[in-house]
């Protein structure tokens, strides 16, 4: 088991829609998530991170965390082509050494 | 500007030989770090520091080396053991080294390595 998982994708939304992206991680000791967006032979910008269960906004971007069933989600409302892009989910547990582990990546596309 | 600079941003190398690359910082972080990416795949640690002139393996160190002298520079070699070099090399730097859980990783823009 990986220990942090993405859906490859192609996830196809219409613009205008939500985009929903899933992470599931395996160490029930990871404190902290982060979401990064990767353009096309570009470097990961962060969107956000979350620590507590529960939802957090930011623009059109909500991260949601559920510790207990290990899981964290990105929304992304009212979806633009400029949203095309590879998202990352990274996971940070402090007895690691504050390393973070990436999954996969899900890639977004956004049609007009 | 702050930020983090990476150069160069294309390197080739032929086999057998060993290339630095270069990471700057002038944020004033106190970790850095280095990941690779292959096609279509997340990151994978190579090697991190926390403090200047110390340094440690992340998941995939065989065939890397770094230094770490100034608090500015962390310089990645690409050594000839490392038997299959061509990727997207990415450094990152975090402002405290531990002890806060939101410490976010900012990242330079990359260089990508082509061994001929």
């Known amino acids: 088991q990986k220990e942090v998982e993405q859906n490859s994708g192609p996830l196809s939304v219409p613009e205008g829609a939500i985009a929903s992206l899933n992470c599931t991680y395996s160490d029930r000791g990871s404190q902290s998530f982060f979401w990064y967006r990767q353009y096309s032979g570009k470097s990961p910008e962060l969107i956000m991170f979350i620590y507590s269960n529960g939802d957090k906004e930011d623009g059109r971007f909500t991260a949601q965390l559920n510790k207990a069933s290990q899981y964290v989600s990105l929304l992304i409302r009212d979806s633009q082509p400029s949203d095309s892009a590879t998202y990352l989910c990274?996971?940070?547990?402090?007895?690691?050494?504050?390393?973070?582990?990436f999954g996969g990546g899900t890639r977004v596309l956004v049609k007009p | 500007d702050g930020g983090i600079t990476q150069s160069p941003k294309y390197l080739f190398r032929k086999e057998g030989q060993n290339v630095t690359l270069s990471c700057e910082q002038n944020?004033?972080?106190?970790?850095m770090y280095w990941y690779r990416q292959d096609p279509g795949q997340g990151l994978r640690l190579i090697y991190y520091s926390q403090i200047v002139n110390d340094f440690q393996k992340g998941d995939i160190a065989e065939g890397y080396s770094v230094s770490r002298e100034k608090k500015e520079s962390f310089p990645l070699t690409v050594t000839s053991a490392q038997k299959n070099p061509t990727a997207f090399y990415l450094c990152?730097?975090?402002?405290?080294?531990?002890?806060?859980?939101?410490?976010?990783?900012?990242f330079g823009p990359g260089t990508r390595l082509t061994v001929l």
């Open positions: 990152a730097s975090s402002i405290m080294a531990s002890g806060r859980i939101t410490d976010t990783q900012y």
């Open positions: 944020l004033n972080h106190d970790a």
């Open positions: 990274a996971v940070n547990r402090l007895a690691a050494g504050n390393k973070l582990t």
